[in-house]
C-alpha cells in the first residue's frame, strides 16, 4: 500500500511517524513548506505538483488547512485514490455532504482522523457506557485546553475562514465524543472570551449540549494555556456512577460505580474497608499508553482498506461532530440557543 502524504506541518508529521509502523510504504510528500525534510527522514520523493504525488500513491492523507479538504479529496477520489483527512472534515455541511458523496461514487474509502476516539483512556470509558455500566447518562463534562497555535509563516488556525477557529477545529473532538456516549444533539448554546472580545490574546469557550435522551454536556475548550501545556479530561455522571479521567493522571480512569445486586448481597455490612468492590465496579489496568493514538488510528484505517472492514469513525459521524461545531460558532455570533 502507497501513501502519499499532503502537508508537512505538525499532523504531516505525526501521521508519518504513524504510518510507518502499519505495513504501508510512505512514497512521497507533497508540501508547500518543509516536504523535503519529511520526505527525506521516510526516503520518500517529495512531489512539487498534488495531481503527480496522486499518479504514485493507493492512499492520500490530507494534513492541511480546513478549507482545502473539499477540492484535494475530490481530486483524489476521481483519481481512485483512497482519502484520509484530518478534522474537521471540512467547513460547511454542504461541502462535507458533498467529499462523502464523491468518494462514494468513486468507490473510493473516506477516513476522517478523530483520533480521540483511539485514545484509550476515552475509548475506555465509551466501553463502559455502552454497556450500561453507569446507567442513565446525566451530564458529561468535557475539557480540551490548549495554547492558541502559533506559526511562524501562515498561521492558519487563526484565520476562521480557512480553520473555522478553535471551536470548530479543536472543540470538534470532544462533540464528536460525546455524541459517541450519548447520542443525537437536539440544543447547542456556547458563550467564549474571544466573542465578547475579538482582540483578546486567546480564547476560551463553554458549549452546552443538549442531547434527545435528555442528558447534557458541557464541554470546555481553550486557546489560553501557555505554550506547551495542552490538558484534556472527562468527568462523565450517570445514574449509577461516575467515570472520571485527566491528562494530569497516571491512572486509565477512575471509575466509582454503584454495586450490583450480587456484590450489595455478599456485603450487608456495606463496609468499603471489607468489601472494596463496592467502590470499583469494574478493574482496568493502570499502565502508561501502549501505543500512540495516532498509530492505533492509522493501523485502522490500513486494515480497513485492507480487508473492507468498517472503520470505527464513519464520514457521517464527522459531518454529525462539524454539524454540532457550526451550531456552537452560530451561537456565539448570535448569542442565542441552536436548535438541531
Same mark, same amino acid.
Given at each position: 500500500?502507497?501513501?502519499?502524504?499532503?502537508? +508537512?506541518?505538525?499532523?504531516?508529521?505525526?501521521?508519518?511517524?504513524?504510518?510507518?509502523?502499519?505495513? *504501508?510504504?510512505?512514497?512521497?510528500?507533497?508540501?508547500?513548506?518543509?516536504?523535503?525534510?519529511?520526505?527525506?527522514?521516510?526516503?520518500?520523493?517529495?512531489?512539487?505538483?498534488?495531481?503527480?504525488?496522486?499518479? #504514485?500513491?493507493?492512499?492520500?492523507?490530507?494534513?492541511?488547512?480546513?478549507?482545502?479538504?473539499?477540492?484535494?479529496?475530490?481530486?483524489?477520489?476521481?483519481?481512485?485514490?483512497?482519502?484520509?483527512?484530518?478534522?474537521?472534515?471540512?467547513?460547511?455541511?454542504?461541502?462535507?455532504?458533498?467529499?462523502?458523496?464523491?468518494?462514494?461514487? +468513486?468507490?473510493?474509502?473516506?477516513?476522517?482522523?478523530?483520533?480521540?476516539?483511539?485514545?484509550?483512556?476515552?475509548?475506555?470509558?465509551?466501553?463502559?457506557?455502552?454497556?450500561?455500566?453507569?446507567?442513565?447518562?446525566?451530564?458529561?463534562?468535557?475539557?480540551?485546553?490548549?495554547?492558541?497555535?502559533?506559526?511562524?509563516?501562515?498561521?492558519?488556525?487563526?484565520?476562521?475562514?480557512? @480553520?473555522?477557529?478553535?471551536?470548530?477545529?479543536?472543540?470538534?473532538?470532544?462533540?464528536?465524543?460525546?455524541?459517541?456516549?450519548?447520542?443525537?444533539?437536539?440544543?447547542?448554546?456556547?458563550?467564549?472570551?474571544? *466573542?465578547?472580545?475579538?482582540?483578546? @490574546?486567546?480564547?476560551?469557550?463553554?458549549?452546552?449540549?443538549?442531547?434527545? @435522551?435528555?442528558?447534557?454536556?458541557?464541554?470546555?475548550?481553550?486557546?489560553?494555556?501557555?505554550?506547551?501545556?495542552?490538558?484534556?479530561?472527562?468527568?462523565? #455522571?450517570?445514574?449509577?456512577?461516575?467515570?472520571?479521567?485527566? @491528562?494530569?493522571?497516571?491512572?486509565?480512569?477512575?471509575?466509582?460505580?454503584?454495586?450490583?445486586?450480587?456484590?450489595?448481597?455478599?456485603?450487608?455490612?456495606?463496609?468499603?474497608?471489607?468489601?472494596?468492590?463496592?467502590?470499583?465496579?469494574?478493574?482496568?489496568?493502570?499502565?502508561?499508553?501502549?501505543?500512540?493514538?495516532?498509530?492505533?488510528?492509522?493501523?485502522?484505517?490500513?486494515?480497513?482498506?485492507?480487508?473492507?472492514?468498517?472503520? #470505527?469513525?464513519?464520514?457521517?459521524?464527522?459531518?454529525? *461532530?462539524?454539524?454540532?461545531?457550526?451550531? +456552537?460558532?452560530?451561537?456565539?455570533?448570535?448569542?442565542?440557543?441552536?436548535?438541531?
Amino acid at each position: 500500500m502507497r501513501v502519499g502524504i499532503v502537508g +508537512a506541518g505538525t499532523m504531516g508529521v505525526m501521521h508519518a511517524a504513524a504510518w510507518a509502523q502499519t505495513g *504501508a510504504k510512505l512514497v512521497g510528500v507533497y508540501s508547500l513548506r518543509d516536504g523535503p525534510e519529511l520526505a527525506h527522514r521516510y526516503s520518500a520523493k517529495v512531489f512539487e505538483r498534488y495531481d503527480e504525488l496522486l499518479k #504514485a500513491v493507493d492512499v492520500v492523507d490530507l494534513c492541511v488547512p480546513t478549507n482545502l479538504h473539499p477540492a484535494m479529496t475530490a481530486q483524489a477520489a476521481e483519481a481512485g485514490k483512497h482519502v484520509v483527512c484530518e478534522k474537521p472534515p471540512a467547513l460547511t455541511m454542504a461541502e462535507g455532504e458533498a467529499m462523502i458523496a464523491t468518494c462514494e461514487r +468513486a468507490g473510493v474509502r473516506l477516513f476522517i482522523a478523530m483520533v480521540v476516539r483511539f485514545f484509550p483512556q476515552y475509548r475506555a470509558a465509551q466501553q463502559l457506557v455502552a454497556a450500561g455500566q453507569l446507567g442513565a447518562l446525566g451530564v458529561l463534562r468535557l475539557r480540551r485546553a490548549a495554547y492558541q497555535p502559533r506559526k511562524e509563516v501562515d498561521n492558519w488556525f487563526l484565520d476562521e475562514a480557512r @480553520s473555522g477557529g478553535m471551536v470548530v477545529d479543536m472543540m470538534i473532538h470532544d462533540f464528536d465524543y460525546a455524541r459517541w456516549l450519548a447520542g443525537p444533539v437536539i440544543r447547542v448554546y456556547a458563550q467564549s472570551a474571544r *466573542a465578547l472580545a475579538p482582540d483578546s @490574546s486567546g480564547d476560551y469557550a463553554l458549549v452546552t449540549l443538549r442531547f434527545a @435522551s435528555g442528558a447534557m454536556a458541557i464541554v470546555e475548550g481553550a486557546w489560553a494555556n501557555p505554550p506547551g501545556v495542552f490538558r484534556t479530561g472527562f468527568d462523565l #455522571a450517570g445514574s449509577e456512577g461516575l467515570i472520571e479521567w485527566s @491528562s494530569d493522571d497516571t491512572a486509565t480512569i477512575r471509575t466509582f460505580l454503584q454495586p450490583s445486586a450480587a456484590q450489595a448481597a455478599a456485603c450487608p455490612e456495606r463496609s468499603e474497608a471489607a468489601c472494596p468492590e463496592r467502590s470499583e465496579g469494574a478493574g482496568l489496568p493502570l499502565a502508561p499508553l501502549p501505543e500512540d493514538p495516532y498509530t492505533s488510528q492509522l493501523k485502522h484505517v490500513y486494515r480497513a482498506i485492507k480487508t473492507g472492514e468498517p472503520f #470505527a469513525v464513519t464520514p457521517q459521524d464527522s459531518l454529525e *461532530a462539524l454539524r454540532i461545531a457550526l451550531a +456552537a460558532r452560530e451561537s456565539l455570533q448570535t448569542g442565542l440557543v441552536v436548535t438541531l
